[in-house]
Each structure stands twice: as C-alpha cells, then as structure tokens.
C-alpha cells in the first residue's frame, strides 16, 4: 500500500540521549515535511524538504536536524533529547512543492524523561 | 502574519446537526486553504481544500465557506454523524517555493448518538 511509513510507533527515551525518528514514502514525493504535533498548538512544522538533497526550516528547528540523501527518506534526528520534545511527530510529504496533496505517516510518539 | 486560528477548542454536536468550525487569518498572500481530519492513532488526512477565488466549496456533507475580505474560513459538516467524531485542523499555504501548511490549532468535534 502507498504511503508514509514512520518508525518507530512510540519510544521513551532518556533526556540527554540521541535518537532518530525515520520516516519512508513510496510515492516518489519530492517535498516532505517535519511536524510536531501538541495538544493546543496545532501541528508545527520543524523541517522540510523540497527535494532530494535540500532541506529548510520551519517554525520551531532548535534541537532537531534532519537529512534528504534520497527521494524516499527524510530521517529526523534529535541529537540530545530535553523534555519538551515530548510530542508526537508526524512525517507527511507531497507530490509538488506548494502545500497540495499532503499525505501524513501515522506518527511517533516519543516521550523524554 | 503566519497565523491561523481556529475556534472552537472543542465542540459536541447531536446527531444530524451542524457542526461548525471557523478559522481566521492575517497573511493575504495565504493561496491554498485545505481542512485535515484525524482520527485517534491516525495522521491527519485531507477532508477538502479551497482556494482563495472561490467563496464556497462542497463535497458531500463537508462545505467550506471562505470570506476573503473577512479573511475567515469555515468549515460545515451537515447531517453530522458519529463517525465524523474527530479532530479537525484547518491550514493556510503561504506563497513562495517552501510547499509549508500553516495549521490551527484543532478543534476536537463529538458528535452524539
């Protein structure tokens, strides 16, 4: 089935500790995108892509960094964890740079303690 | 300038009413204004988008209505059922080459049996 497959489905992590939130479509997208979403705020947008080997920032880029190496992945790493990362994180991507046609992955839920 | 905001919070709606969703913005270069639902567990997913030409667009139970001058856009879903019991973002897409979603902050609609 096309689509986003995000991984891993949930995770506790240590502050402090390194983790990376992968994120793979089939659908030969080029733009993906980085969201965070919290109870209140919305969904946030971290980082993007408009295509392969380019990346940008969104609103809310500190503490995160994320890589383009291929159309298909778009890895989202968070080199130390602190607290407020706790959120669930949705990779989406899009067929055409523009905000048309998102298609969003099931979401990581991640919890630092 | 980069706001979109959504009200209400929340919302219970009976079965068979209306249930109504608004959102305001400032930017007016905003060109591309899609409506997410989401299910819990789920990524948000694509209900209806309208551009900023158009007053008003319908599919099936779901109509936006878009007030350009009042810079204000509503979502409507008729004959409200159960299963329509989700959370709903609105968005905006700012111009230039970067395929961003600005998104509201979620409106969590239930709807009675």
């Known amino acids: 089935i096309a689509g986003i497959t995000q991984a891993p489905t949930s995770q506790i992590l240590a502050a402090g500790r390194r983790m990376t939130l992968r994120c793979t479509q089939d659908m030969r997208h080029n733009a993906m995108y980085w969201y965070r979403q919290d109870l209140g705020l919305g969904l946030r947008l971290i980082h993007y892509?408009?295509?392969?080997?380019?990346?940008g920032k969104g609103e809310v880029p500190d503490g995160y960094s994320v890589s383009r190496a291929n159309t298909d992945d778009f890895p989202l790493t968070l080199a130390s964890a602190v607290p407020s990362q706790t959120s669930v994180y949705f990779c989406?991507?899009?067929?055409?740079?523009?905000?048309?046609?998102?298609?969003f992955g099931s979401g990581t839920r991640l919890t630092v303690v | 300038q980069q706001q979109v905001k959504q009200s209400p919070q929340s919302l219970i709606v009976q079965k068979g009413g209306i249930s109504i969703i608004n959102c305001a913005y400032e930017n007016t270069a905003f060109d591309y204004f899609p409506w997410y639902q989401q299910f819990p567990g789920k990524g948000p997913a694509l209900l209806i988008a309208?551009?900023?030409?158009?007053s008003e667009k319908k599919e099936g139970r779901f109509t936006i209505s878009f007030n350009k001058s009042a810079k204000q856009f509503s979502l409507h879903i008729m004959d409200s059922q159960p299963g329509d019991s989700a959370t709903y973002f609105c968005?905006?897409?700012?111009?230039?080459?970067?395929?961003?979603?600005?998104f509201g902050q979620g409106t969590t609609l239930q709807v009675k049996p």
């Open positions: 309208i551009r900023p030409d158009v």
């Open positions: 968005a905006a897409s700012p111009p230039g080459n970067t395929g961003k979603l600005i």
């Open positions: 892509s408009n295509t392969a080997g380019t990346t």
């Open positions: 989406a991507s899009s067929p055409v740079v523009g905000g048309y046609g998102y298609t």
